[in-house]
Each structure stands twice: as structure tokens, then as C-alpha cells.
């Protein structure tokens, strides 16, 4: 069982930057791979960046490539989402979610955090 807590998110202005954090309690966080995602109003949730047990892969959606930036810290039990450049379309409910496997969709995914609220202002 693994638990997630995201946070770090909040309102801020387009361009501006900010870092999510996700800690995870519960046993061998250091063998998940780690996704996080968004979903926003009206919207299905999507995927954003992943990242393997080891940190030696990590992917992103085409719309957050050069802008996000996912790592771990597995000493830490975290793993984190590094947001430069931010747009009002990045505006979304943020999650993070465990699975053994890395994946880009959100299903199959074992566990998933509350959520941390992200809004960008123009």
C-alpha cells in the first residue's frame, strides 16, 4: 500500500514558475514509477509526466515538453513536477499517481493522491 500527498500547487501568473512535491508513505516507493497528471474543469484527466523506478527514464506530453521537468528523490520517499513558463491552459487539478510500470495513460495506475490545485492567471 502505498499513500500519496501531493502538494505545492496554488494560483500564479502566466510565465510564472512553481514546483509540485509528492510524498509517498508505505513500502518500496523506490520500485514505483511515478506519473503525474491533471484534469481540468469539464475535461478528462490527462496525462502529463512519468517517471521510472530509478529516474533513468521519464516522459512528457508534447504539451509540457521543455516547460516541465518530472524527478525523484527516492531517499526522500518524493517525487516532483518542475513547472517553468506556465499558461493559463495549464490550469488543473494535479495528481500523482504509483504504478510498477510506467505508463502515459492514467489507467493501471495502483494509487493516486488527493490532488493539489494549479491556476495561472494571464
Known amino acids: 500500500q502505498v499513500q500519496l500527498v501531493e502538494s505545492g500547487g496554488g494560483l500564479v501568473q502566466a510565465g510564472d514558475s512553481l514546483r509540485l512535491s509528492c510524498a509517498a508513505s508505505g513500502r518500496d516507493f523506490s520500485s514505483y514509477a511515478m506519473g503525474w497528471f491533471r484534469q481540468a474543469p469539464g475535461k478528462e484527466r490527462e496525462f502529463v509526466a512519468a517517471?521510472?523506478?530509478?529516474?533513468?527514464?521519464?516522459d512528457y506530453a508534447e504539451s509540457v515538453k521543455g516547460r516541465f521537468t518530472i524527478f525523484r528523490d527516492n531517499a526522500k520517499n518524493t517525487v516532483y513536477l518542475q513547472m517553468y513558463s506556465l499558461k493559463p491552459e495549464d490550469t488543473a487539478v494535479y495528481s500523482c499517481?504509483?504504478?510498477?510500470?510506467?505508463?502515459?495513460?492514467?489507467?493501471?495506475?495502483?494509487?493516486w493522491g488527493q490532488g493539489t490545485q494549479v491556476t495561472v492567471s494571464s
Open positions: 517517471i521510472s523506478w530509478n529516474g533513468a527514464r521519464s
Open positions: 499517481a504509483a504504478n510498477r510500470v510506467i505508463r502515459m495513460t492514467p489507467t493501471g495506475y495502483e494509487y
